[in-house]
């Protein structure tokens, strides 16, 4: 059933002043979701807003999934004010998924940001249903500075290779994650069969989907975009089709993309 | 007492309820045939349909406002051929009405995807997206002007081989008129109203939230636009009315029919709730009970009073 009426909240944390943490009781959703997945959800029961949010599913174990989000907006702000045992609609799990590395090759995250969730989802998946070595991972993980280090919690008790990257050198490399990225590909990751997967900002994939593509490396992106419906009715969140005149949906044929597929 | 009937009949035509889906929220069914029951409805319009594929505008194309939304998509389709060769097949197995919404730019577009649509079976009525400029001549739009929006209707009308139904513009001066014009023109029915003008604007950057800086607005913000509109057109002409504006559940289409509507479409509901329309279609037949109205056709066109239930009390209104 793609319809999950009664989601209930057994779990919150906050994160960051600005970051959350919610853990749904909710098997019927729970029990079918895999990385990059996302749900629709109602955060108020009136009209305002009117739509559903979207949000990745950042860990599912089959009775129950979790979100982080980040507080923009009138949504998130709501959803925010979850309590315990407060029980929310959701549409879901909804969208595609990533392709799994080949053998021998490492797989490559790269994060911007709370476009974490559906990379830390990917990376525990590859290692508990995978078997896949913790050592083939590289997580890269980007922030704006220092006091965003508890958006990390979760991957590191993964105890992967994680390496961080702050816009103002305050902790980890200094500069973009798109540019720790470069800097491990010059020095080590060009010699090994690699791919990337990533989710962040727009602007953050664009950069990276132009350097996987410069380097011939395979690369898939999990989009965002306005999302009023999720089911692939609306049209609104359109993706430009790389080369072509067209669009793909966000939600539909989505949220992940080759990085060669798609123009952003 | 019996089961309520819900069944209504326009054009020769029987569904099963009032219930269709609006063009452009449902797609061509595919999505929804997956998540809910087809056949629970009376019918469903699909996405409109041009002579040529369009890929719509470049994002952003919508943007979510009080109780409503912007959208401008920019007619985003398949395109008749692909239409016909692809998502009629599907289409035809589907145990519901098929009304399938044509668009076009010129009366020489919407007379092409029409004639291809005749060579077609499994339709049971087009319904004309009147809301285009007319790029070949004035650029205006065909629901904008009484002449153009008649010529148009009589251009259709001589060939169509499915019932017409003329899909109207709030956007207009006097909406009656037009409705009489298209009337005048062979349209079996009208539906309205297709989305408001609107737009959005970033108080930062000083820049149009969409692309196409304007664009529809939908959702329950306009339906008390849309019921004024179709009472107004409801006592303008004789052809059956089809109700579309912010309908949300079982209520909403009921007050759409008590203002003339004999059928109803829910649009930017199915968004927020993709079995609203399901649901709406069961909360009809408790309404009825509730009113011990029989048949629901005896609701269209009785704004003035319901002397039956005077006196009786109301269930209380639980929210949305
Ligand atoms: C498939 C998918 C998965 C997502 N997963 C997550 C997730 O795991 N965690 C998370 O925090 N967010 C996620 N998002 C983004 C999230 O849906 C939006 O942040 C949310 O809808 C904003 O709602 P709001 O009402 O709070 O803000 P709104 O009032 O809608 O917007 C407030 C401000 O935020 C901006 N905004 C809106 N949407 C986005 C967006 N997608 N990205 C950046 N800025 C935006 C608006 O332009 C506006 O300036 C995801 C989006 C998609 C499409
Ligand atoms: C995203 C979106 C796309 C639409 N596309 C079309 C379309 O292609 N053709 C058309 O005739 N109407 C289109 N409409 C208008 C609806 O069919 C309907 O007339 C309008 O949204 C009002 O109903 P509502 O308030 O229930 O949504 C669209 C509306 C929305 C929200």
Known sequence: ?264 | MSIANLSIEICGIRFRNPILTASGTFGYGEEFNQIIDLSKLGGIVTKSITKHPRPGHPPPRTHETAAGMLNAIGLANVGVDKFIEEKIPFLKTLDTRIIVNVAGFSIEEYTYTVERLNDTDGIDMLEINISCPNVGADGLEFSSSVRRASELTTALKKISRYPLIIKLSPNVTSIAEIARAAEEGGADCLSLINTLVGMGVNHWTFKPILTNITGGLSGPAIKPVALAKVWQVYNAVKIPLIGIGGIMNHFDVAEFMIVGASLVQFGTANFINPDCTVKAAEGLTDYLKQTGISDISELIGKLGGNHEIQGKNFPACQGT
């Open chain 1, 1 to 264: 059933m793609i319809f999950n009426p009664g989601v209930r909240v057994v779990e919150k944390k906050q994160l960051l002043p600005d970051l959350f943490h919610l853990k749904f009781e909710g098997e019927s959703l729970a029990s079918r979701a895999v990385p990059a997945n996302f749900v629709q959800i109602k955060v108020s029961k009136g009209l305002d807003p009117i739509f559903r949010r979207p949000m990745s599913i950042h860990y599912a174990d089959g009775k129950t999934f979790e979100m982080v989000f980040r507080t923009v907006g009138r949504g998130t702000h709501i959803l925010s004010q979850a309590e315990i045992d407060q029980e929310f609609d959701c549409i879901g799990p909804l969208g595609n998924s990533f392709k799994l590395p080949e053998d021998g090759e490492r797989a490559v995250m790269v994060a911007g940001g709370v476009g974490f969730p559906p990379l830390y989802f990917f990376s525990r998946f590859l290692v508990e249903k995978h078997n896949f070595p913790k050592e083939n991972i590289l997580f890269l993980l980007g922030m704006k500075t220092v006091s965003e280090k508890p958006m990390a919690d979760d991957l590191l008790k993964l105890d992967i290779p994680l390496e961080f990257s702050t816009d103002d050198g305050s902790f980890g490399f200094h500069g973009f994650v798109t540019d720790l990225f470069e800097a491990h590909y010059a020095k080590k990751l060009r010699h090994e069969k690699i791919r990337i997967y990533s989710c962040g900002p727009n602007a953050m994939m664009r950069r990276l989907g132009q350097i996987a593509l410069s380097f011939k490396v395979p690369c898939q992106l999990s989009l965002e975009g306005a999302m009023p419906c999720g089911v692939g009715t609306c049209l609104g969140c359109a993706v430009k089709m790389r080369g072509r005149n067209d669009y793909y949906r966000v939600c539909q044929e989505g949220p992940v993309f080759d990085a060669e597929e798609v123009e952003l």
